[in-house]
């Protein structure tokens, strides 16, 4: 009673200063992320593409003055690079050859899951879940291994009668191999978040459509993935993202050979900083940067005009 | 849902032929389950062959042809991480980076996401832009200019240089934001009639609230970590500060040495997957509920 009255000759002047109050506790809470996001990431991220027009090396960097500006340098120099321009193959042949099989084969599993009980489909869920949480590194190894000409892999296949390739040896089929292991890998992460996706459809919809006459075939390309296609863009645009920056499998299991049949475009970069080249793996970096932005742009593009 | 429930939902595709259709579609469940068996087998194939060739002899899994169960079971190989490659120190390196991921990500996620949620303040629409649009930024376009600034400020091979630039996401942002903006705000009023202030309330009241956005979070946060390989490859110059990744890849790509020892490989694989694996068992459920609440992995 008494604070309130006190406090009335002033009241736009206090309601100020408790604004700025409730702003400067605002800002206590989000000063630790935005400092050390805006040092970690955003700086980097600008630095970067600063980086890409200059002719930074490694001896440069206790040195920034001794920097030169270099215009589009170092970008028509990776883009005239033979070894980067089969990075770049690669890595679309990856995405091209390696979303598509990722995503259908888990919307099948997702969709055989979702007509099994419950109990059941959390154990088939698990399993097939479990190769996502492990390190690409071990599991890479141990393909490695399964891969060899004489190896598990190629003794399965003889088993039917195949005489499988050398793998990872081959520049033909090296990059199948590893498109195959990171196939098996990501499986899991797709088949989950589209089973979620399948299980918030309304019963009644499919009901609705078996009234109608529709059988399974029907109701499947009908209901089912219209209903779908949000889900499936977040799971193309997701699984994209993720391929084009495809790194530690072929570092761990040929580190880019034979021949760069399997060299990415991260492992150019990769290469292009531990040579101490930082601008050209800067610009090396943006180029992969921008065609990830534009590819997401197309998907969306492309899942908008059917939905 | 039971198996009964689906194939009766099936069965009223063609009412009229109801009867006749209820048999083949339990067949059709039979078929789903022998599917996805074979296709779990293909899914867990190179874990028991990771499993079954950590115990196996050097002379044996040089052998050809191959061979399944190990004849002799050694534990040689895990004998020699311990002894001779010392993996204990790039063991306690990948839990400090994990621990300390997880702690600073959970904390720093949660006030920010609070703010973002409940709070008015000037920037705070930039903090959300910004944020969301770096958010699918690749790692590879950060990574130069961070080695830059990390070797300035002297901490390449240090714990600091390998912990800081890991130590925020966008992604532990939005998953709390979400979260606390379902927190309703007569609870807040009601603590702050009680005399609690912001950062009262905020400890005492909404974290405890938050118990399985933190969960989730701390899971994937642990896994990104545990798993993840490309900066600490740079960062670490010697093996005194790898992490498991590092020191498993590094040992496998010395082909001359050791390198073709591959039950040691194995063994090394067993030892970084193993306690995840467990970890992952143990808590699927909240893995689960974590990607379906958030749509990302």
Known sequence: MVTSTARRPGKTSSLAAQRR???????????????????FSLIPLVSSLAMSFTDLRARDIRNPFNVNFVGLENFVSVLTNESFLRALRNTLVFVVVGVPSTLFIALVLAVLLNSLSRRVATFFRVGYYTPVITTIVAVAV??????????????MLGWVGIDGPNWLSDPNTALMAITIMAVWRNIGSSMVIFLAGLQSIPAEINEAAAIDGANAVQKFFRVTIPMMMPTILLNTILVTTGYMQFFDEPFVMTNGGPLESTTSIALQVYNQFKYGNYSVGAAGAYILFVLVGILALIQFRFFRQRT | MTAIDGSARVAMAAPAEDRSRRKPFRWGNLVVMVVLSIGLAATILPFVWMVLGAFKTKAEIMSRPVTWWPKSPTLDNFAAWFFQFDILRPFLNSVLLAAATVATTLLFSSMVGWALAKMRFPGKNAIIVVVLA???????????????????????????????????????????RQFMLEIPDSLLDAARIDGAGEFRTFFQIVLPLCKAPLATLAIFTFMGSWNSFLWPLIISQD??????????????????????DYGLQMAGSFLIVIPVLVLFIAMQKHFIQGITMTGIK
């Open chain 1, 21 to 39: 109050r409730s702003a400067l506790i605002a800002w206590v809470f989000v000063s630790p992320f935005v400092l050390t996001f805006g040092v």
């Open chain 2, 134 to 176: 770096t958010m699918f930024v690749p790692g590879i376009v950060t990574l130069i200019p961070q080695f830059v600034l990390v070797a300035n400020l002297g901490m390449v091979n240090t714990y600091w240089g390998l912990i800081l630039p890991g130590m925020v996401g966008a992604f532990g942002v939005f998953l709390m």
């Open chain 2, 239 to 260: 093996d005194s500060m790898y992490t498991l990744p590092v020191s498993l890849a590094l040992f496998s790509a010395e082909a001359g040495g050791h390198g073709a």
């Open chain 1, 142 to 155: 141990v393909w490695r291994i399964m891969y060899q000409d004489t190896g598990v892999i190629n003794t």
